[in-house]
C-alpha cells in the first residue's frame, strides 16, 4: 500500500522539530558552560560532566588549567546548526558571497586527519582552493580520539591524499608542521581558515602567531575551528586570548567557532 504524501510531509516536520530541539539543548548547555567558565576565570566542567567523564571519548587535555583573563570576547551563540563540515560548508558560501561571489577562495585546514572535512568543503564549494596541514605524527597523542593508538598515521594520510587527489590542483595536502607550512607561504593570500590540529593551549596559539599574517590584506576573511569545549581547555583559552576586549566570537553546535575579520 503506498503511503501518502502527508505521511512524508509528516516525517519531515518530525526531523525538522528534533534537529532544532537537539540543537536547542546544545545552545544551553554550552551556554551555560561558558557563563560558568566566564565568572570563574577559567575553564571549568561543569554542565557538560566532569573531566573523568571525557575519557570515553578518548585523547584529551580536560585536566589543564587555563585562565580565562581580561575582558571577554562578545561571544554569540550562532543559530547555524549540523557538524562542523555542514557549518564550514554554509560559512565559505556566505563569505564568497560577500566577496562577490566570482573568485577562487584559497583555504587552509589546519589538521586534516582523514580528510573527512575536506571531502565537503571540495564537494559542495566549487570556488574554493583547499590547502591541507598535517604532519601525521600520530603517536604523539594528537590525534583525535584514541586514534593515536589504534589508527597508524600513514592510514590516516592515504584517506586524506585519495580524497583529495581527484580534485587536482584545487587540493594540496602539505605533510608536515603547522610551522614548517606557515614558512613556506607568502603573507596575504589566504581567504579564510580552519584550525582543528594539535589542541594544546600552545599549538593553538602559535597556529594564530604563525596564521594570522597570511590571511589576505583589504578584504574580509574567515577564521574558525573546533572543539571550544571544555574536553580541550587549551583552545577555549587561545581563542579568548586572541580575541579578549569585546570582539566577536561566534559558537554554534559540534564546538565550533568562528569570526569575520576585515584586514587592513
Known amino acids: 500500500e503506498a503511503v501518502p504524501p502527508s505521511w512524508h510531509v509528516a516525517c519531515k516536520a518530525v526531523d525538522k522539530l528534533k534537529h532544532?530541539?537537539?540543537?536547542?539543548i546544545w545552545r544551553e548547555t554550552h551556554w551555560l558552560w561558558l557563563q560558568d567558565s566566564l565568572l570563574a576565570g577559567r575553564v571549568v566542567q561543569t554542565t557538560w560532566g566532569t573531566a573523568e567523564e571525557w575519557l570515553r571519548f578518548g585523547v584529551h587535555d580536560a585536566y589543564a588549567d587555563a585562565p580565562l583573563e581580561g575582558t571577554p570576547p562578545l561571544y554569540t551563540f550562532n543559530e547555524r546548526l549540523?557538524?562542523?563540515?555542514?557549518?564550514l560548508v554554509s560559512l565559505l558560501k556566505e563569505l564568497h558571497q560577500r566577496r562577490g561571489a566570482w573568485e577562487q577562495l584559497l583555504v587552509?585546514?589546519?589538521g586534516v586527519f582523514a580528510g573527512h572535512l575536506s571531502q565537503f568543503l571540495l564537494r559542495d564549494c566549487p570556488f574554493v582552493r583547499l590547502l591541507g596541514v598535517d604532519p601525521y605524527i600520530g603517536a604523539d597523542g594528537t590525534f583525535p580520539g584514541n586514534f593515536s593508538q589504534t589508527l597508524d598515521a600513514d592510514v590516516a594520510l592515504y584517506k586524506a591524499a585519495s580524497v583529495m587527489e581527484p580534485y587536482g590542483d584545487r587540493a594540496?595536502?602539505?605533510?608536515m608542521t603547522s610551522e614548517k607550512a606557515a614558512?613556506?607561504?607568502?603573507?596575504?593570500?589566504?581567504?579564510a581558515i580552519f584550525i582543528d590540529g594539535c589542541h594544546?593551549?600552545?599549538?593553538?596559539?602559535?597556529?594564530?602567531e604563525l596564521w594570522m599574517p597570511k590571511m589576505r590584506r583589504g578584504h574580509e576573511v574567515l577564521v574558525a575551528g573546533?572543539?571550544?569545549?571544555?574536553?580541550?581547555p587549551g583552545v577555549v583559552r587561545a581563542v579568548h586570548e586572541r580575541r579578549a576586549g569585546g570582539h566577536e566570537v561566534n559558537l554554534a553546535t559540534d564546538w565550533m567557532?568562528?569570526?569575520?575579520?576585515?584586514?587592513?
Open 172 to 175: 594540496d595536502l602539505w605533510t
Open 20 to 24: 532544532w530541539v537537539s540543537g536547542y
Open 257 to 264: 567557532w568562528w569570526w569575520f575579520e576585515q584586514r587592513p
Open 200 to 208: 594544546l593551549y600552545e599549538c593553538v596559539k602559535s597556529d594564530f
Open 108 to 110: 587552509v585546514e589546519v
Open 82 to 87: 549540523g557538524m562542523r563540515w555542514e557549518v
Open 183 to 191: 614558512a613556506q607561504l607568502e603573507d596575504g593570500i589566504v581567504d
Open 226 to 232: 573546533h572543539d571550544f569545549s571544555p574536553q580541550w
